[in-house]
């Protein structure tokens, strides 16, 4: 979905009444919980001046925070220190972990104090030190989801009545890259003390900053300048103006970073703003929050074209649905893949990358015949193609499962970045094709879904695996096999997950045909524009390009988590976690694995032939276009009425409802 079309989805939850006493003792959240220093070696901060934080003031409209949250006990006294800012005069941004807690699985901001013009609690009651309460909360579905998310760290605290004589802050889209910018964070870091109270002044630090947005974790903002807990919020101000682009969140030990505001990278603040008001019905609620849908355009919106800068995890954002359990919904042909057919439908787009990748890669080793075209596949080909597009969906679940310390331990994230990004901006003309390949194994899938949950699994035998494994995957495959036995699993599926394993594992150690697919397409087709091609696929061919970026995200993911020690993964129980999936998607994969091969193959006959005619010389202009006509029933390429299959309802994940 481009960002100009993008309707976010936002939590939405009241806040309970609390008194303006400030709490001493304070509950550490943000990087300071999870031991990472974010005071850095350059550590020049200093307290501001006392105009500052009086009206007039150039910081008056930073907010000195405390939270309490949902599931803490009563006798708990500690309260969570952080820093908002003013966007309007009731209108507070701040970290998305100051509204909702993984950390300690605290859950949800019950109570939240807000001052302005604070210095210690020994201020309170004088003219220009103001306090309110939170009223409601607002933060991004992804924080809510998990603090994996942190790109979306970000939330929005209604207060419950304004402030007077504020100044808000505006706030710019964060440019994707700058030089030397002098930018600065402003808080009230709880490191520092006033009278034994932590987080009672307000600390200030510039420094100039260079940063690529398309190059740092996670598309985060990034930068050199010292923090401390109770920072967590504070805008990341441009010197001399009353502009921040960007909340400042978490520490890197090097570095700190900040979530950023749209552009192409950032997040919805005017779909925060509009959430918090909105009178819509929600989505849906769940656990005591109210999901809200904001269906206006963001202002300050880039339209620049996806490219190699893309943010790798806004298109994880984008993917991560597919397959989510919803309450009930309707799949309708056309729509996105949600609910259960999609993690295997998912895992069939990327049996179509491999296919087609396999089918073109080899042209300058004698694999077309100038006259026959590409070879045929053979239906065994399936052991190939579908294996590991199985495992690297079981990897990318497996990886959703991980803990922040899990994906920092093992570098995750770098690593599927690396990988991932080598090919990503391709995808869309690769999706135009395959959308044949995969409009009837997703029917076939859904259809197949309403035997439901008791419907007895079956695992076909897989061909035998003649090529010897690579010494570097054997553990790998060892341990997934170990996991399988200990677990005392029936033997068809011990033999199924036996040549899934070998063939998925050995092909990783030695050629990715899944990325590699994808450039092998763009150098068969000679790298044209996007829109070279004319398919004939309807409105689907957005929701297989999320499918491929899926696929490939996938792969990335199997590739990175073979690169952690065998022991490691047996420990961590990620290895349950692949055997669980493969056993939910694999057999259906299998299955519907032939009907891919046989219609993806004249497809890319109809590219090579097409792609030899250039070749030669079109001496008479004429048009070379590759159309592709999906090979399909009549009934699935023009259906008198839309096919509409009714999902089994899910007990668990958010409802969705339908509009």
């Not at 710019?172 to 034994?196: I, M, S």
């Not at 490939?552 to 129980?573: C, F, N, R, T, W």
Request: a negative charge; one cysteine or more; glycine letters at 8%.
């Amino acid at each position: 979905m481009s960002a100009s079309t993008a309707q976010p989805i936002f939590g939405r939850w009241s806040l309970a009444s609390v008194d303006d006493k400030p709490a001493v003792n304070k509950l550490e959240i943000g990087a300071a919980a999870d031991d990472v220093e974010s005071a850095l070696a350059d550590d020049s901060r200093k307290p501001v001046l006392s105009a500052d934080i009086r009206p007039g003031g150039k910081y008056y409209s930073i907010v000195k925070l405390q939270i309490k949250f949902e599931k803490q006990l009563s006798s708990d006294t500690r309260w969570a220190q952080g820093t908002g800012w003013l966007i309007a005069d009731n209108l507070v941004v701040t970290a998305g972990h100051c509204a909702f807690d993984h950390t300690y699985n605290f859950g949800k901001a019950a109570k939240i104090r807000a001052y302005i013009g604070y210095n210690g609690k020994g201020s309170i009651g004088q003219p220009d030190v103001q306090f309110r309460q939170g009223r409601k909360m607002v933060t991004t579905k992804e924080w809510i989801t998990s603090d994996i998310n942190r790109a979306n760290d970000v939330s929005l605290i209604l207060l419950e009545k304004p402030f007077n004589n504020v100044v808000p802050i505006n706030y710019n889209p964060t440019v994707t890259a700058f030089k030397d910018w002098n930018l600065g964070v402003v808080g009230y870091p709880a490191d520092r003390t006033l009278n034994d109270e932590p987080g009672a002044q307000m600390y200030e630090m510039f420094k100039a900053t260079t940063c690529d947005l398309s190059k740092t974790s996670l598309n985060m903002l990034e930068y050199t300048i010292s923090s401390g807990a109770g920072q967590s919020g504070s805008p990341v101000l441009i010197d001399g103006q009353n502009t921040s682009i960007g909340a400042h969140v978490y520490g890197l030990g090097t570095k700190n970073s900040a979530s950023v505001i749209r552009g192409r990278y950032g997040n919805y603040y005017k779909g925060m703003v509009d959430a918090v008001g909105s009178t819509e019905a929600p989505v849906t609620t769940v656990n005591g929050v109210e999901y809200i849908k904001t269906t206006q355009p963001e202002d300050a919106i880039t339209d620049e074209p996806a490219g190699d800068e893309e943010s790798f995890w806004d298109t994880f954002n984008n993917v991560v649905n597919i397959g989510a359990k919803i309450g009930s919904t309707v799949l309708q042909v056309g729509t996105p893949f949600l609910g259960p057919i999609g993690a295997p439908v998912a895992a069939v787009a990327g049996t179509a990358l491999s296919v087609i990748g396999k089918l073109t890669s080899g042209k300058t080793e004698d694999a077309f015949d100038d006259e026959l075209g590409p070879p045929a596949p053979t239906t065994a080909d399936y052991k190939y193609h579908a294996s590991r597009a199985i495992l690297g969906e079981a990897a990318l679940q497996t990886f959703l499962k991980m803990g922040p310390r899990q994906t920092h331990k093992y570098d995750m994230i770098s690593k599927m970045q690396a990988r991932y990004k080598e090919t990503r901006h391709l995808v869309p003309k690769v999706a135009k094709l395959i959308v044949p390949a995969i409009t009837e194994p997703a029917l076939r899938i859904a259809v197949d879904s309403q035997a439901g949950e008791n419907a007895p699994k079956t695992y076909p035998t897989m061909p035998s695996t003649e090529d010897a494994l690579d010494s570097s995957a054997q553990p790998f495959v060892d341990g997934l096999l170990k996991t399988v036995q200990n677990q005392g699993e029936q033997e068809d599926f011990f033999g199924f997950l036996s040549g899934i394993a070998n063939t998925a594992a050995n092909v990783v150690s030695t050629a990715g045909p899944i990325i590699n697919a994808v450039g092998s397409i763009a150098s068969a087709i000679g790298g044209g524009a996007e829109d070279s091609f004319e398919p004939d696929s309807g409105d689907l061919s957005p929701h297989v390009e999320v499918l491929c970026h899926r696929a490939l995200l996938g792969d990335a993911a199997l590739h990175a988590l073979m690169s952690v020690p065998a022991k490691d993964i047996q420990e961590e129980g990620f290895f349950g976690d692949l055997v669980n999936t493969v056993k939910n998607i694999g057999s259906t994969v299998i299955k519907v694995a032939p009907t891919v091969i046989k219609t993806v193959t004249p497809i890319v006959q109809s590219l090579v032939g097409t792609m030899n005619q250039s070749e030669t010389g079109n001496s008479l202009g004429q048009d070379t276009q590759v159309r592709v006509t999906p090979l399909l029933p009549e009934s699935i390429l023009e259906p008198k009425k839309i096919k509409q299959i009714q999902l089994p309802k899910q007990e668990d994940g958010l409802a969705w409802e339908d509009e």
